[in-house]
């Protein structure tokens, strides 16, 4: 007898992307509908909660619906709903928790909650089936973290930031830089065009450890700024700023390789919203493309930002594991990925 | 006509089911407690005492605030996305409205208020006649002060309504005297059949139905406030 097909609704509202998607067996994007709110936030230089949540509320129907239509489907149609209930901004969870919540009931639906993470992880699953035990490197305005999969749905975390996220340094350094929010493409473009001239610090922490610290670096950042203008000197932008994604890029990698080669894995996967940064993708391409038997796997830019594609992908494994959560499930802002 | 009634705009939870003229059920809870876990459950469980399923409803009614701005929205979006899935139609409704609406059958003017912190509430003053409810100033949040000089003015006795009006009952009869009245703990909160009575009002496109927060998010309020010294200076 053939398997039947599964068809996974899922819902992403954490940050500032209202999104949903439709999801076949896990691999196949049937609809994938963003509708990012970046341009609301950027007077504020930074996403500000309540009005991500404001503007939640505003758009999650139109979304739905456009998902519906491009998927020329009904939830009839569909096997579950997966939806992000957590880390993030809490009262942006809420506002798609409860609306996976009404679904679920409407229709009398499994309801899956995701972990925000394991969702960007399982992206990777979107492009190509994943081999384990496998490594993955997340990287994002909020997390920084190597995560060890030894089969689907088992997450460890074997190294994280001490202090800010790669993503946050990013926001900060382009800051000093007088850079528009957000601040990461800006410096990904700017580092592109200068040389890594400034000689800032790698830091790598103690000996063997996984684990990521990017404040002393980007405060190296301020501090170099801060010199030169009492010095009467000009910063070369362009140079800083390819000294600084040198500095974090080098770092990331070297860390990701020996953990790869540490935990022998058959896969490296790269996660997250700094995943589009192509000095990144650029150097981990070339690092692995060295090591045998280790293939590194980056998901198109459009899968690395947020979006609901990934939640329904990570929805399907756990949807095939059994794993339901009830109608008094609520938002996780600190949710652990370990536990969830 | 099978309506289901959704109010979480404050931390009264308050859910009502009805068919045609029949209160088939009320839910309320008056507790501080996390409505992001309790509503759907509760629904949930008010339906299933009724024999009612889902696909049985005809009609969401909703608070859609002033008040709390996560108990609004939480409201709201089950009641958006429950419309919307179901193909049915929504009306969204004044939760202060639906507070008055909750007096008892008097003639002449009702305050409903929420407490809104730092000497502030949400409020609104509407005309009960007839059994009918009438809106005569607009929600608004507003300090309690300036709000009961204002209806001093009209020169018209004022039933205030609902649980938090009591903290400010003090300051209410300093300034309005005689011309004010306290349901007091009679009125405490909405009732679900007054949210029902009020669900024969303008329907809405569910992808439409907004919150409204009686104002801005902080961050905008300081934005634009910051922008207009800046016009100044530029002048
Ligand atoms: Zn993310």
């Not at chain 2, 009264?12 to 029949?22: H, N």
Request: aromatic content about 6%.
């Amino acid at each position: 007898m053939m398997k039947k097909d599964i068809f996974i609704f899922g819902i992403e509202t954490s940050c500032d992307e209202t999104a949903a998607a439709v999801i076949k067996n896990g691999t196949d994007i049937i609809a994938n509908v963003v509708s990012s709110q970046i341009e609301s936030h950027k007077r504020f230089g930074g996403v500000v909660p309540e009005i991500a949540s404001r503007h939640h509320v505003e758009q999650i129907i139109a979304v739905f619906e456009e998902t519906l239509e491009r998927a020329g489907l009904t939830f009839q149609d569909m096997d579950a709903i997966a939806v992000t209930k957590g880390p993030g901004l809490v009262g942006a969870l809420l506002v798609g928790v409860n609306a996976a919540k009404a679904i679920a009931f409407a229709h009398d639906l499994p309801l899956i909650g995701v972990h925000h993470i394991a969702g960007h992880i399982y992206a990777n699953r979107l492009v190509q089936e994943m081999s384990f035990p496998l490594m993955s490197l997340v990287v994002s305005g909020g997390h920084t973290e190597l995560v060890y999969m030894k089969e689907h749905g088992s997450f460890e975390v074997i190294g994280e930031t001490r202090d800010d996220a790669a993503g946050e340094a990013y926001d900060k350094v382009a800051r000093t830089l007088s850079l528009p929010y957000p601040g990461g493409p800006h410096i990904d473009r700017l580092a592109a065009e200068g040389q890594d001239t400034y000689s800032l610090p790698r830091i790598r922490l103690e000996e063997g450890s996984y684990d990521f610290s990017f404040s002393g670096l980007k405060s190296a950042v301020i501090n170099t700024v801060h010199n030169a203008e009492q010095r009467g000197e000009e910063i070369n932008p362009e140079n800083l700023a390819a000294s600084f994604q040198a500095s974090v890029v080098d770092v990331l990698t070297e860390k990701t390789v020996r953990a790869a080669k540490e935990y022998d894995v058959k896969q490296v996967l790269l996660a997250g919203g700094v995943a589009a940064n192509k000095g990144l993708r650029a150097s981990l391409e070339n690092a692995f493309g060295e090591i045998e038997n280790i293939d590194i796997m980056i998901p198109p830019i459009s899968l690395c930002t947020d979006n609901a594609a990934m939640i329904a992908a990570a929805g399907t494994i756990l949807f095939e594991q059994g794993k339901r959560d009830g109608l008094d499930m609520n938002g996780h802002p600190g949710l652990d990925i370990e536990e969830f | 006509m099978k309506i289901l009634a959704i109010d979480t705009s404050t931390y009264t939870l308050s859910i009502g089911l009805s068919d045609g003229d029949v209160i088939l059920a009320e839910q309320v809870t008056n507790v501080k407690k996390n409505h992001s876990i309790r509503v759907m459950p509760a629904i949930e469980a008010l339906m299933s005492e009724v024999d009612m399923k889902p696909g049985d409803l005809n009609k969401i009614v909703v608070a859609n605030g002033p008040g709390s701005y996560t108990g609004v929205r939480i409201g709201v979006t089950i009641a958006k996305t429950l419309a919307w899935t179901l193909h049915i139609p929504i009306t969204a409704v004044s939760g202060l409205a639906s507070l008055a609406a909750s007096a008892p059958l008097i003639e002449g003017l009702v305050c409903p208020m929420f407490d809104a912190r730092r000497g502030q509430v949400f409020t609104g003053l509407y005309r009960l006649s007839n059994g009918l409810l009438k809106s005569v100033k607009e929600d608004q949040n507003v300090p309690v002060v300036d709000w009961c000089q204002e209806l001093l003015k009209i020169g018209e006795p004022v039933l205030f309504v609902g649980q938090e009006s009591i903290m400010h009952e003090q300051v209410i009869a300093e300034i309005m005297g005689s011309a004010a009245a306290f349901a007091g703990k009679s009125v405490p909160y909405t009732r679900p059949a007054a949210l029902l009575s009020l669900a024969s009002g303008m329907e809405q496109d569910p992808s439409q139905v907004v919150p409204n927060y009686a104002r801005l998010a902080e961050a905008e309020a300081n934005w634009l406030k910051a922008n207009e010294k800046k016009e100044k200076s530029d002048e």
